[in-house]
């Protein structure tokens, strides 16, 4: 069992960045795949970032790549999502998942099974 806490949510200019993360707490964290998700009003939840249990590779959605970097810390069960250069398509709910028999590369979400609550993030011009 996983038990996944977002925050480091908020409101935040056109260009600005945010630091989302992810406090996970129960033994499987460590060997987890790991992602983000986000979710924006009428719109279908949708992959952002992933990385794999030991941290050494990550993924993206083509549109963050290169501004969003996701990381964690297995001595923290922590991961986090460093957004920058934000523009107003990044406001949306942003959710953590974890996926005990993950592989790199796994953006499908109904191959999650823990979820957290959601924090939200809005860019604001």
């Known amino acids: 069992q996983v038990q996944l806490v977002e925050s480091g949510g908020g409101l935040v200019q056109t260009g600005g960045s945010l630091r989302l993360s992810c406090a996970a707490s129960g033994r499987a964290f460590g060997s987890a795949v790991m992602s983000w998700f986000r979710q924006a009003p009428g719109k279908e939840r949708e992959f952002v970032a992933g990385i794999t249990t030991s941290g050494g590779r990550s993924w993206y959605k083509a549109s963050v790549s290169g501004r969003f970097t996701i990381s964690r810390d297995n001595t923290e069960n922590t991961v986090y999502l460093q957004m920058n250069s934000l523009n107003l398509d990044d406001t949306a709910v942003y959710y953590c998942?974890?996926?005990?028999?993950?592989?790199?590369?796994?953006?499908?979400?109904?191959?999650?099974?823990?979820w957290g609550q959601g924090t939200q993030v809005t860019v604001s011009s």
């Open positions: 998942a974890a996926d005990r028999n993950g592989y790199y590369g796994n953006s499908n979400a109904a191959q999650y099974d823990y």
